[in-house]
């Protein structure tokens, strides 16, 4: 059994037919603005589960992600002359808006919220420009693609994880903002999920590329940003080395991320690995009950957790190739 489906899976690989998706089916998706005004205030930081070193992950990622971002937009801005398709044309130029207002109101978040709170944002920023700079940025333009959709397959993992947990992952302590900011994040990511990867697929197709970029992403994700979280309750505070309670905290920290029934790492590991699938697609993953849920938490005209910050909303227009 287990052979036939490598068997099938190396056929696929070796003839590597890439079956396009109608793109006429894709539900569309709007570019948000939101003006959430932080002012640090209320913020609590162990808001993920009550883990301060699990925290310290979601928070690295909010300013490591706003790299990534920029990395995502110029990629897709480049990539968006080649794609021939006016409805993948106008994704991509969503995808474009909503990332482009992801790092901007991240960017808020990190000046006005974390770094009144002792987190290293301009170290980390420092670190996170050389990285990009020397290191990312001077990937051949295929290279970046790839790491694009390998990122992108990451906050999608990211996303449908919030959306089945919501229940469970926030400290009743955290504020509204900090809440509102990440829950937004999490949908768009949902809802644009599959446009990188749909344009990788449409102008490369390559498989071991695609590979090289998914290794690329893990490493950046789960490395790289992992090492800044666990550099920020040191920062932070440093008699943290030497305080039981922290420690105690790390171990539950772990457990949080990475126990295989609902830690976000720990009983993701099999989504994230389905991106070795030659025939893997996004969708494969239908999240179209759970954004449905967050749409109604989020926008909800009279209870929406985001309507006290939503300002406009705009969808590109389909325009002839
Ligand atoms: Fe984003
Ligand atoms: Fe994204």
């Not at 309750?233 to 105690?248: A, D, G, M, V």
């Amino acid at each position: 059994m287990l052979v036939r489906k490598l068997k099938q899976s190396v056929g696929k690989l070796m003839n590597s037919t890439i079956e396009y998706p109608d793109f006429t089916k894709k539900i569309p998706f709007p570019i948000r603005h939101l003006e959430f005004r932080f002012d640090g205030q209320n913020f609590y930081n162990n808001f993920y589960r009550n883990a301060e070193l699990a925290s310290a992950y979601v928070t690295a990622m909010s300013i490591f992600l706003t790299y990534g971002e920029e990395l995502v937009i110029e990629t897709a801005r480049y990539h968006r002359d080649f794609v021939n398709d006016p409805i993948l044309k106008q994704r991509v130029t969503a995808l474009i808006g909503q990332e482009a207002i992801h790092s901007k109101v991240h960017n808020a978040f990190n000046d006005q919220t974390l770094a009144n709170h002792q987190y290293p944002v301009r170290f980390y920023r420092f670190l996170a420009e050389n990285v990009f700079k020397y290191g990312f940025h001077r990937f051949p333009q295929p290279l970046k693609l790839s790491l694009m959709a390998g990122i992108e397959h990451f906050t999608a993992v990211f996303a449908e994880f919030a959306m089945k947990h919501d229940a469970e992952i926030w400290a009743k302590e955290i504020d509204d903002k900090t809440k509102g900011l990440w829950m937004w994040h999490f949908m768009e990511e949902s809802e644009h999920k599959d446009v990188a990867y749909d344009v990788f697929q449409l102008i490369s197709g390559n498989y071991a590329l695609r590979i090289t970029g998914f290794f690329l992403a893990s490493f950046t994700i789960m490395g790289l940003v992992f090492a800044g979280a666990v550099g920020i309750p040191i920062l932070r505070r440093p008699l943290n080395t030497i305080s039981p309670r922290y420690w105690k905290d790390v171990a539950y920290s772990l457990n949080v991320l990475w126990n295989p029934q609902n830690g976000v790492f720990g009983s993701t590991i099999g989504h994230v690995m389905e991106y070795l699938r030659p025939d893997f697609h996004p969708n494969d993953h239908d999240t179209t009950v759970y954004l449905q849920d967050y749409k109604q938490k989020l926008l909800n005209p009279e209870s929406g957790l985001l309507i006290p910050y939503f300002t406009k909303e705009f969808m590109p227009k389909i325009q002839a190739a």
